[in-house]
């Protein structure tokens, strides 16, 4: 671009930028540290569960019952150690999303112009500010065109501040119009100019009063509220029935403080306290897991939601399409000229004016896809003529604004007196500024039409000269000439057609939105393949239609052309108030409050502003479609493995709660489970409902059923009574078995032996059929997860050490198992949850 003198402002050399960074370090604020192991052991212990646990280890330690005691409180080490990993592996997980997260950076190294993450922006760095861009570092002002920033973060004053060149000032406080100092998060709402960094993280005014300005969002979602009110309820229960168990052991048994122990095992038993680690952790990976399919996640809302999209708007340019612009053919002196078909051939003389003019409205060295097509083609077939001004010198640049979208450039050539200016911009734009009349439009427009049918975008050219020799205020007094029409083609990316059905498989509509006329959007939409693509709604016609005619006409209506920014809100609240989810793609300041208002925002992460960013609740690192599909897809396998994890958690949970309790409220009869047992389930439960089900891959079907419908209830009530079926059948076959061993007269330690090697197994038996919900346990072996064979073959290994190992044995009170015991409590635990296979194969047969 030149906005600057090229030879001027050359920036740091990589040696340079290496020396510095080994001495001020990366331009960061300080981010949460790592927690240590101290502060997981206290977290831990602050969970209801372990609190019973301790309190469980020292009554019986209190008790003189030692090595029970012991072993209860080592499993609160086996618990830290678990939770430990746990921890670490979602914090590695925020971790490298808060890099990816962080602010970018345009700066100048080389003498080249590079993209960088800015935390790797160092002092004396020269950094290129845009609009839409949020400043990386305290920096002075070298260059500015029409530059204003938002200092609102660091000052509080809504309205932006016009910035000056700076001229050997000393820094100031941020606030006030016409300063040369811009700061560290703050926002440039307009403009753009250079400016040399003076000051990088903690040393930056954002450093100084210790702001953090990019994290991880930690909002609670919908689904953690529900849960957390599921907890809640079953901490009641748990309480009630603790209480009542004591009062009930205490006057029955005349031992209040085997009662108060009774107790506390009912609690542990009833308390559900795996939700909350199955959230954290499943957002945390989960997340993760999305930035490798190059989707990053801002709000973990975001992941809920992406399961229940009914409608995704995207735009055409660069999300549909590669944003890899090619001119491809151009219209001037009446007459028109395919360059595809015209590759090598010279330019004839008629349309070398309307390059030489497209070359001065745009950038020299562009960033701009459309305008690094225009140069391409310049250079190639102007080379060697007179038309190219590489000395003439900028004076002036008006910009694109809401009421005219072209911009114009003022030049001063050495040879001349008069100021020359090129305009370039939409073709209506162009009419305007050249004050076509009516006939002239018309015949313009019918060129228009004409190119954007062959799926092109246009761009219209205007030439003037001016005299005076103050510039006005406003491009419209310049007098302009019309030069012609620029038409470029922008491939459909290759992926889009088969990503488009996938929604539609998906249940999720697809609709355009694009500022390219009617013509070319139906087009493209022919070439990915979107419905009802005869049907458009133009941005004029947005104006004129009241919310509740929107609301009719967008039912149907897939394709929105020539619509602004701004516009995007408007479709939005249209669609919510049809009661669609809606996603939001964009990429620029205008497009924030549509990304805010939809369900899902999904900002560019290639080409989008940092506002658009911040507006959003995804961000697409590759701006490609696919990248959408792939999110969606794996939104709603991380949203399924959840519901996975937590049936299995009320399915369990049901017989642990039931074997506990039926036998204190059954006179003499034998325990069942102490807290030792439920500790040593727990060592079970704990990683199976977080590690194993998270692993998951997900269903076959998975983007062949519709969007899942958004309650105000965590689980549907249908899979609350399944799962709770699912416990109850292990309970009922659980006390099957320890009734037939009191009935043979079995000794006690015997019938405990029994009754828990059956639970085990039954537990094993629910973590393998709740792997899914529609294929059988033969056929989810073949799936790879490389957690399963560590729980199950732990779980396994555990208990073979506390029923032939004899100090565990006598301190979980159990006996030794035969072969014949083995198998009985085999077959019984597979019968417990053989019903729930034979109803997913019944469930498929019904269907075919």
């Known amino acids: 671009m030149d906005i600057y003198d090229q030879e001027r402002f050359r920036g740091l050399t990589s040696a340079e930028v290496s020396t510095r960074l080994k001495h001020y370090g990366f331009n960061e604020l300080p981010s949460s540290k790592p927690k240590s192991v101290f502060s997981i052991i206290l977290k831990v212990l602050h969970e209801p569960m372990f609190i019973l646990l301790v309190a469980c280890g020292v009554l019986y330690i209190f008790l003189g019952d030692r090595n029970e005691g012991i072993m209860l409180l080592s499993s609160v080490l086996i618990v830290i150690a678990v939770s430990y990993y746990q921890e670490r592996k979602a914090e590695r997980s925020l971790e490298a999303l ?77 606030g006030g119009d016409e300063t040369p100092f811009v700061y560290s998060g703050t926002l440039v709402v307009g403009g753009h100019g250079v400016a040399k960094v003076i000051a990088t993280g903690m040393e930056t005014e954002m450093g100084k009063i210790g702001k953090s300005l990019q994290q991880i969002s930690d909002d609670r979602t919908l689904l953690q509220k529900e849960t957390k009110r599921i907890v809640a309820v079953f901490l009641v229960f748990g309480f009630v029935f603790c209480l009542s168990v004591v009062l009930i052991y205490g006057l029955a048994r005349h031992s209040w403080m085997n009662g108060v122990l009774s107790g506390l095992s009912v609690a542990m038993a009833m308390l559900p306290e795996e939700f909350a680690v199955v959230l954290a952790i499943f957002f945390a990976i989960g997340a993760s897991r999305m930035a490798k399919h190059n989707v990053l996640t801002r709000h973990a809302s975001a992941i809920e939601r992406l399961g229940s999209i009914t409608v995704l708007c995207a735009d055409k340019t660069g999300t549909l399409t590669l944003n890899k612009m090619s001119l491809r053919k151009i219209f001037a002196q009446n007459k028109f000229y395919d360059l595809n078909e015209n590759d090598s051939a010279g330019l004839p003389e008629d349309f070398h004016q309307l390059l030489e003019y497209s070359i001065l409205a745009g950038q020299e060295d562009p960033f701009d896809p459309m305008e690094r097509a225009i140069k391409e083609v310049a250079e190639k077939k102007l ?193 919510k108030a049809n009661h669609e989810i809606v996603a939001m793609t964009g990429d620029g300041v205008n497009d924030a409050p549509a990304l805010k208002a939809a369900d899902v925002g999904i900002a560019m992460g290639a080409r989008g ?67 030792l047992h439920i500790a040593f389930l727990e060592l079970i439960i704990d990683p199976s409902c977080t590690l194993i089900f998270e692993a998951e891959e997900d269903e076959k079907n998975i983007m062949k059923r519709p969007p899942r419908i958004i309650t105000g209830a965590a689980f549907g009530i249908r899979k609350i009574l399944v799962s709770s079926m699912q416990g109850l059948s292990v309970l009922v076959i659980s006390l099957a078995v320890y009734a037939i061993a009191l009935y043979l007269r079995r000794p006690e330690n015997e019938i405990r032996a029994l009754t828990f090697t059956t639970l085990i197994v039954a537990n094993i038996g629910l973590i393998l059929i709740n792997r899914s919900w529609t294929r059988t346990i033969i056929e989810t072996v073949r799936q790879h997860n490389p957690m399963l064979k560590w729980v199950i073959g732990g779980a396994i290994s555990f208990l073979i050490l506390v029923l032939y190992v004899p100090f565990l044995r006598s301190v979980f009170r159990l006996e030794i198992l035969h072969v014949t015991d083995i198998l009985i409590c085999l077959g019984a635990g597979v019968i417990s949850v053989l019903w729930f296979e034979l109803m997913k194969v019944m469930k498929r047969y019904r269907r075919s």
């Open 98 to 174: 808060s890099e990816l997260s962080s602010p970018r950076a345009l700066v100048i190294r080389d003498g080249e112009e590079k993209r960088i993450a800015g935390r790797e922006v160092v002092k004396d760095d020269l950094i290129v500010m845009q609009e839409g861009d949020r400043v990386c570092a305290d920096a002075t002002v070298l260059y500015e065109m029409n530059l204003r920033v938002d200092e609102s973060l660091l000052t509080g004053e809504s309205m932006p501040v016009k910035k000056s060149v700076w001229k050997n000032e000393k820094i100031s406080s941020p």
């Open 383 to 575: 080379s060697g003529t007179e038309h190219l001004h590489r000395d003439w010198i900028l004076v002036e640049e008006y910009a694109l604004s809401h009421e005219l979208t072209a911009m114009s450039r003022v030049f001063k050539s050495p040879n001349k007196k008069d100021f020359v200016i090129a305009a370039k911009g939409s073709p209506e734009a162009i009419e305007e500024l050249c004050h076509l009349s009516k006939e002239k439009i018309e015949d313009v427009k019918m060129k228009v039409i004409a190119m954007a049918s062959e799926g092109l975008r246009v761009l219209g050219v205007a030439r003037a000269t001016f005299s005076a020799p103050g510039l006005p205020g406003d491009q419209h007094e310049f007098d302009f000439k019309f030069a012609g029409l620029l038409g470029f083609a922008d491939p459909v990316r290759e992926s889009v057609g088969n990503d488009v059905k996938q929604c539609y498989d998906a249940g999720i509509r697809v609709v355009m939105i694009t500022g390219d006329y009617p013509v070319t959007a139906k087009h493209i939409a022919q070439q990915v393949g979107l419905r009802n693509a005869e049907l458009v709604i133009t941005g004029s016609e947005l104006e004129t239609l009241s919310m509740e005619e929107l609301q009719e006409k967008i039912q149907h209506t897939n394709i929105f052309a020539r619509v602004v920014p701004e516009q995007k809100l408007k479709i939005v609240t249209a669609l």
């Open 609 to 675: 502003t940092d506002v658009a960013r911040e507006a959003s609740s995804l961000v697409l690192l590759d701006d490609n479609f696919s990248s959408i599909t792939a999110a969606i897809r794996m939104g709603r396998r991380i949203y399924d493995n959840m519901e996975k994890a937590m049936g299995y958690i009320f399915a369990v949970h049901f017989p642990i709660a039931g074997l506990t309790l039926i036998p204190l409220l059954s006179g003499n009869l034998p325990i069942i489970l102490f807290p």
